[in-house]
């Protein structure tokens, strides 16, 4: 008998719970766009005749239940973490760190699409009938795989940027990033909890690439730091991992005076950096506004000189704000949103220098390079 009434009150139990989440699906409102996971969440779809026999109908609805959830952000925290304690390396593509920094799974060689993208790249500075410099930036985890316990699938960085740099043509320069970022100071080079480099990262770069064209650059004391806190990066909302705190971002600051317009928006500003992009989620966009097709940057110190066209993906926001200190003009493209010929605009304007700048997982990744003409 009492075992009876045992599974009578686990069934009713169990039945109070679904109605009640089924209640709370109901009666709560519904967000568009989830804070922590930094992005949009599935709209209640259409219902139609086509999009019902088709089963699209079925697929968005069955999308748009999973992220209206009631208390989902818990749900998925608790999902991300039984993975980690079922001893699963990898969580939603993401590494964790013996210190807590968060990863992305290393990227695999795609020979077809090194191939592909190298081609684009020589094709551009054969156009150009000048030289380019090409600059590949190894991920976080490549330079901090010691900090992954039981790496099972190794970074192998090195082995991509030197199988693309073997594909480049005689009118590429291309600039070595492995050796200086291994002697570095490597805990400050990228962010805990974002695949993104630090302004530390990006200022060795920097420097990298004011020697190699036989140029002064700015030390690390003509720069103020400040610190920007709470702080949650790509790596954090895609891992779900949410006991892990947020970080500081470290601004560096030359005092120079900027112009900075934008192809995209209108107006002209005055800074590198936008301060009510801390207001966002994304606070990597406190560099330069974020991605815009086209940003141009004029340093008004009257003893500033050079041009610089960066052709890059969002690691130059914050790497475009310390080449600004050494140029009169640095205009920055990106190809995801820029699709007009690059060669016209050089003719137009006669850059003294062309760099082309790129993450290694973005350049394997990228399909836009075929607007590099």
């Known amino acids: 008998m009492k075992g009876k009434l045992r599974d009578y009150l686990v069934c009713l139990l169990f039945l109070l719970a679904v109605f ?3 209640a709370l ?4 409102p519904k967000e568009d766009f989830s804070q922590k996971e930094k ?3 599935e709209k209640l779809p259409q219902l139609s005749w086509d999009s019902l026999s088709s089963g699209d109908f079925g697929e968005k609805a069955e999308k748009y239940m999973a992220d209206h959830l009631p208390f ?3 749900f998925v925290g608790l999902a991300a973490n039984g993975e980690r ?3 699963l390396q990898v969580t939603k593509d993401i590494y964790v760190g013996e210190s807590g920094r968060l990863y992305e799974a290393p990227c695999r060689a795609d020979g077809a699409s090194t191939e592909e993208h190298m081609e684009y790249i020589n ?3 054969q156009k150009l009938g000048r030289d380019v410099d090409f600059m590949l930036v190894p991920s976080a985890g490549y330079m901090m795989q010691e900090d992954i316990k039981g790496l099972k699938n190794p970074y192998i960085d090195d082995e991509l940027i030197a199988s693309a740099y073997a594909l480049a043509r005689e009118e590429l320069r291309c600039l070595d990033l492995l050796g200086p970022f291994a002697g570095a100071d490597r805990e400050r080079l990228y962010y805990r909890t974002d695949h993104h480099w630090t302004a530390y990262g990006a200022w060795l770069a920097y420097r990298e690439y004011m020697e190699s064209l036989g140029r002064e650059s700015r030390a690390e004391e003509d720069y103020s730091l400040s610190y920007i806190p709470g702080f949650y990066g790509s790596t954090y909302s ?3 991992l949410w006991q892990y705190p947020p970080e500081d971002m470290e601004v560096w600051e030359d005092g120079g005076s900027y112009t900075v317009t934008f192809s995209d928006r209108e107006g002209e500003f005055h800074s590198l950096f936008f301060p009510e992009r801390l207001e966002e989620t994304d606070k990597y966009t406190y560099w330069l506004d974020g991605n815009h097709p086209l940003v141009r940057i004029e340093n008004q110190d009257p003893e500033a000189e050079g041009s610089l066209l960066v052709i890059r993906d969002s690691y130059s926001n914050c790497l475009g704000c310390f080449l600004a ?3 009169k003009t640095v205009v920055l493209a990106d190809l995801r949103y820029y699709k007009e010929p690059l060669s016209e605009l050089y003719r137009q304007e006669g850059f003294d220098q062309v760099l082309v700048a790129y993450s290694i997982g973005n350049f394997l990744s990228d399909s836009n390079f075929i607007w590099l003409e």
Do not use: E, K, T
Not at 25 to 28: A, G, N, P, V
């Open 25 to 28: 699906f109901l009666l709560l």
């Open 325 to 327: 200190g050494s140029y």
């Open 85 to 87: 304690l079922m001893g």
């Open 123 to 125: 094709a551009f500075a």
């Open 39 to 41: 992005r949009y969440l």
């Open 238 to 240: 895609r891992s779900c």
């Open 20 to 22: 009640a989440m089924a």
């Open 72 to 74: 989902r952000d818990f």
